[in-house]
């Protein structure tokens, strides 16, 4: 059974970066994709972009496009997403999750809340 | 990218059926049978019930069913059961290797 658990919460504040690791088990780590979605508090769902685990290649919203970097250590089967100069829009539960191409995703990880204020 | 329309809410009492549009353009929704389907409950991650337009993971009940027409994508919910309440967001594949979600739907029962 695949596992991705993710790291804990952060708070930063405006104009700082914050980098979410996400450790995914059960299952080889460079087939599929992995996916990072975001949810605003009381708000939907927001795709961020997707990371290739096996090339490195990654694809971004164009929200995102400049502030949003996903990269992987196969090494320790870990994915991470960089978010930098944080607004207090960005506060956020962030979710990566491992999909297929046809960007459905089977699973989850818990989720991780990163608040920015000053 | 915006995100594609869905109503903000349904409802419907048990057993009844409940039908969720998710309404793209010819760019998205319409250009592609990427479209997947999600339930959320509060405070817990999403799950997948339909992808591909029509499919079903393993494990979920064929109550949950998609289609698509043109630019709009439709999920019903058929025999409504009290632990179907929840948000559901759909997902289609938008081009350029990216995704957009719905805006999302509750559904009360």
């Known amino acids: 059974q695949v596992q991705l658990v993710q790291s804990g919460a952060e708070v930063k504040k405006p104009g700082a970066s914050v980098k979410v690791s996400c450790k995914a088990s059960?299952?080889?780590?460079?087939?599929?994709?992995m996916y990072w979605v975001r949810q605003a508090p009381g708000q939907g769902l927001e795709w961020m972009g997707r990371?290739?685990?096996?090339?490195?290649?990654?694809n971004y919203a164009q929200k995102f496009q400049g502030r949003v970097t996903m990269t992987r250590d196969t090494s320790i089967s870990t994915a991470y997403m960089e978010l930098t100069r944080l607004r207090s829009d960005d506060t956020a539960v962030y979710y990566c999750?491992?999909?297929?191409?046809?960007?459905?995703?089977?699973?989850w990880g818990q989720g991780t809340l990163v608040t920015v204020s000053s | 990218q915006s995100a594609l329309t869905q109503p903000r809410s349904v409802s419907g009492s048990p057993g009844q059926s409940v039908t969720i549009s998710c309404t793209g353009t010819i760019s998205d929704v319409g250009a592609y049978n990427y479209l997947s389907w999600y339930q959320q409950h509060p405070g817990k991650a999403p799950k997948v019930i339909i992808y591909d337009v029509s499919q079903r993971p393993s494990g979920v009940p064929d109550r949950f069913s998609g289609s698509k027409s043109g630019n709009t994508a439709s999920l019903t919910i058929s025999g409504l059961q009290a632990e179907d309440e929840a948000d559901y967001y759909c997902?289609?594949?938008?081009?350029?290797?990216?995704?957009?979600f719905g805006t999302g739907t509750m559904v009360t029962v």
């Open positions: 999750a491992k999909g297929r191409s046809s960007g459905w995703c089977d699973y």
């Open positions: 990371l290739n685990p096996s090339s490195g290649d990654a």
């Open positions: 997902c289609s594949y938008a081009g350029s290797y990216t995704f957009v």
């Open positions: 059960g299952d080889a780590f460079t087939s599929n994709y």
